[in-house]
Nanobody, 126 residues
Framework: QVQLVESGGGSVQAGGSLRLSCAAS???????MGWFRQAPGKERVGVAV????????YYADSVKGRFTISQDNSKNTLYLRMNSLKPEDTAMYYC????????????????????WGQGTRVTVSS
């Protein structure tokens, strides 16, 4: 059974940093995994995705240059390092995994992700 558990969220002032972690069971060596977020009253959107075998990363324009997705395969853990946080980054952040990987390029299209964590909340104050 695939299980994803996020941690590391919290409250931080604008300009600060946080690192989110996602502990994954069923973590595979060749898969797309990603981070998504949902702000209050808004739809869930993709933030960053990593292809776990090649290490190729993809980012939403809103976080490029500020957020970094990474992994530690030995610990079956996915990370999201968030720097220069802004109030608009306030959201519930979710870790997710593709249903399956066919070899094509990973995307931030959440329709491809079939496994989701419970979320960890990030609040950025001004």
């Amino acid at each position: 059974q695939v299980q994803l558990v996020e941690s590391g969220g919290g409250s931080v002032q604008a300009g600060g940093s946080l690192r989110l972690s996602c502990a994954a069971s069923g973590y595979t060596y060749n898969m797309c995994m990603g981070w998504f977020r949902q702000a209050p009253g808004k739809e869930r959107v993709g933030v960053a995705v990593i292809q776990t075998y090649y290490g190729t990363t993809y980012y939403a324009d809103s976080v490029k240059g500020r957020f970094t997705i990474s992994q530690d395969n030995s610990k079956n853990t996915l990370y999201l390092r968030m720097n220069s946080l802004k109030p608009e980054d306030t959201a519930m952040y979710y870790c997710a995994r593709y249903r399956r990987y066919s070899g094509s390029q990973c995307t931030v299209d959440q329709a491809e992700f079939g496994y989701w964590g419970q979320g960890t909340r990030v609040t950025v104050s001004s």
